[in-house]
């Protein structure tokens, strides 16, 4: 199976034989950075090698369509439930720039006394399988190729079944994981015996499979009512797993601490924030750091949540991220959505490039506030890590509540989370190894008699049973389906009229949803707006109508409302009636044209506007304007009338009028293209003058209906504008 970027990946083909799919690498993969990287016009000093296909940034047109990635591996959660359609979804994010691709399990997961199989549907989340994990794997080691990127693929090791998903991740070449036994204990109530045992074996077998790890602590931000009383503890959090993987045998590059900026605006974050992350990096010099976006202060707003996102992203620029993992800025009102996947990679690559070489112009203070400040929580979290030792340990400061208290250390107010050392899920089902005990299995943690049955199999104890299923895959059982009413061929098969079909149904989730966003500004409050906003939808025809978002303007005046709605039809592509695109011209074409019979234009920004920037890119030979193919120009300035534009083109004999109009307010730029061709025809000149208006703000469609004769929107350049020149001109002698 191969991978072209303009064909859709096909679900169903990707879904043979996963019996036999075997993965292309294992371990985790850091990407691979470039010093003095040129692209188009610009060198970069923080960035990595490029891609071999993506999607730039909008903006990029302006500077040769380049995609400098940054230094910084970025993360996308996907969770929408549907492991099909997230497929689809980590091509896009891939295209876009992430290689850390990660999956969020399904709701209580963690709680499963084992592995499950099959491929149901899950919520808020993707129910982890073998199939399910394998399907995505195959997905990504086609993807990566299409990119020119490897892609590293993640998930979670915890909860009860931690150990048995540590061998199933390291069979099936998953590259990353979430490990912290403090999460299965803390949030999970999962007895902290059997969470630090099964710890050790899974981190054991992560080891073997060179998997990434990335621990826990950042949920004690997530959790806490006041986020910045935390940080003291979270470095205490981030030390406990750390050394303990250490012990456990794990490299040091190869443990990742979760961070989060525990703070958001309309808090000082920048003063709160920075001196933490300062903290967490100079003790923890040695690890790899995984910056994670804030999420607890997110609230609907995607502008709110996104300026948030780019401060905590101005911290990792300023500090250090190895890993820099990024929230959507839907996820306070939705389960994300295919789109607000790719505009938080966006936002983290657009962040960290405009940032790019910042740490050779300005520096972090050694004195003053932020070195006082990150020297007093560093000390606040020693002095808790000493008040752990002198309880008795971990277990025993975790049964009297030490752990996401909401004082700031070492005030304590009691409200901390307490879990009972004999008590919690799974409890008192850790039993100790008898003197024969063996596991002829490779990775296995803790005591293992071999010797009783070959002292040689010490290196290699899974020789005694010639090899386990980490060497010998096909040792593996896989199992398929579980469930006939519950998995991805009865979905597929429910879609099946979207799927290589001329159908198309708009999504946001899942293929063929049918979900489809409004926003709208309505002149009353709060209130009223919302309700009416939901009634304006419906006589839309949208079903299940939900107001997702709603903010004040001014309590009288109004009120911004988006909504999200169901479309329950389709738009075949067949009943399409699509403009060809616009004919280009070369540059040799139009010059043989311009020399054979000269062609002079007269142009100006019309009205009273001062904008002059786009009309000097479409004329000056310096933007590759039309100037550059011999066309002369007489450039009247801004602010034109429309008359002194007409008499001009009257008086130099010009054969075109060049009309920009970039205020649009009341359809003003519209109302003078009419003027414009009305004063032609007034003035006798409308047979012999081409008219072409331009700005951001102009649809062709509707230029052309008020007379002129092209009308050029957003992202249109000179060689455009001067084929239609030519062609028009062509055209015009055939009429006369």
Not at 45 to 50: F, G, I, S, Y
Not at 159 to 186: R, T
Not at 223 to 230: G, I, M, N, Q, S
Request: with cysteine.
């Amino acid at each position: 199976m191969e991978l072209k970027p303009n064909d859709k990946l096909n679900i169903r083909e990707l879904l043979k034989d996963l019996d036999k799919y075997r993965p292309k690498r294992r371990g985790w993969t850091w990407r691979e950075k470039e010093k003095d990287l040129k692209m188009g016009h610009f060198t970069y000093q923080d960035c990595a090698k490029p891609l071999e296909q993506s999607v730039p940034l909008p903006s990029a047109k302006y500077f040769g369509d380049i995609d400098p990635q940054p230094d910084s591996v970025i993360t996308t959660e996907i969770a929408s439930g549907r492991f099909e359609d997230d497929i689809r979804r980590m091509r896009m994010a891939a295209w876009h720039g992430a290689d850390h691709l990660m999956v969020i399990r399904t709701a209580g997961q963690s709680h499963f006394d084992g592995l499950i199989e099959g491929t149901p549907q899950g919520i808020g989340g993707i129910p982890i399988t073998r199939k399910q994990v394998r399907a995505q794997r195959k997905a990504l080691d086609l993807i990566e190729e299409e990119v020119g990127r490897p892609l590293n693929y993640h998930s979670y090791i915890s909860g009860v079944a931690g150990p048995e998903i540590s061998v199933m991740f390291a069979e099936e070449g998953v590259n990353g994981a979430h490990q912290d036994p403090q999460y299965n204990v803390l949030y999970r109530n999962i007895n902290m015996v059997r969470s630090y045992v099964d710890a050790a074996e899974a981190k054991k077998i992560m080891v073997w499979a060179d998997i990434a790890q990335i621990d826990g602590a950042h949920n004690a931000n997530a959790t806490a009512r006041e986020a910045w009383k935390v940080m003291p503890e979270l470095l205490v959090q981030h030390a406990i797993n750390s050394i303990f993987s250490v012990k456990v045998g794990m490299k040091k590059e190869n443990i990742c601490l979760s961070t989060v900026p525990p703070t958001a605006p309309p808090a000082p974050c920048m003063k709160l924030d920075l001196p933490y992350a300062v903290a967490l990096r100079d003790l923890f010099r040695d690890y790899k750091m995984r910056a994670q976006m804030n999420t607890k202060y997110i609230e609907s707003s995607t502008r709110e949540a996104t300026v948030t996102h780019v401060l905590n992203l101005m911290i990792s620029r300023l500090t250090r991220a190895d890993i820099q993992s990024t929230i959507t800025p839907d996820e306070g009102r939705n389960v994300p959505w295919h789109i607000y996947n790719m505009e938080a990679v966006d936002t983290a690559k657009q962040a960290f490039v405009g940032m790019d070489d910042l740490m050779s112009m300005v520096q972090l203070k050694e004195d003053g506030y932020l070195h006082e400040r990150s020297r007093e929580i560093k000390e606040r979290a020693v002095l808790f890590m000493e008040e752990v030792l002198e309880t008795g340990g971990y277990f025993q400061a975790v049964e009297e509540g030490f752990f996401v208290d909401s004082g700031y250390y070492p005030e304590r107010n009691g409200d901390g989370i307490s879990r009972k050392i004999d008590g919690g899920i799974g409890a008192g089902n850790i039993f100790e190894r008898d003197k024969d005990y063996l596991a002829p299995v490779t990775a296995h943690y803790g005591y293992n008699n071999l010797e009783q049955y070959d002292p040689a199999a010490k290196e290699n104890p899974s020789t005694l049973i010639g090899g386990c299923t980490l060497e010998d895959p096909d040792k593996i059982i896989y199992i398929d389906e579980l469930d006939e009413t519950d998995n991805v061929h009865v979905r597929l098969e429910e879609q099946k009229d979207l799927m290589d079909t001329s159908k198309l149904k708009p999504e946001m989730e899942w293929r063929g949803d049918g979900i489809v966003m409004l926003n709208m500004f309505i002149p009353a409050s709060r209130r009223v707006a919302e309700y009416a906003a939901i009634e304006f939808a419906k006589k839309m025809n949208l079903k299940e109508v939900e107001v997702i978002h709603k903010e004040v303007m001014q309590t009288a005046e109004g009120t911004r409302v988006e909504l999200k709605g169901r479309v329950d039809f389709t738009v075949d592509i067949n009943d399409l009636v699509i403009p060809p695109e616009p004919e280009i011209m070369s540059d040799d074409q139009i010059r043989e044209s311009i020399e054979a019979q000269p062609l002079k234009i007269v142009a100006g920004t019309v009205g009273e506007d001062e904008h002059s920037v786009g009309l000097r890119e479409i004329i000056d030979i310096k933007h590759g304007g039309i100037e550059k193919y011999g066309i002369e120009c007489e450039y009247l300035g801004t602010s034109v009338s429309i008359e002194k534009l007409v008499d001009a083109a009257i008086e130099l004999n010009a054969n075109a009028i060049l009309a920009s109009t970039i205020i649009s307010h009341d359809e003003i730029h519209y109302k003078n293209m009419k003027k414009l061709h009305e004063i032609c025809v007034e003035k006798g000149v409308r047979d012999r003058l081409i008219l072409v208006a331009g700005g951001t703000q102009v649809t062709p469609e509707l230029a052309v209906k008020q007379g002129i004769d092209a009308g050029f929107g957003r992202g249109t350049k000179g060689v455009h504008v001067a084929t239609f020149l030519v062609n028009r001109r062509e055209e015009m002698a055939h009429e006369n």
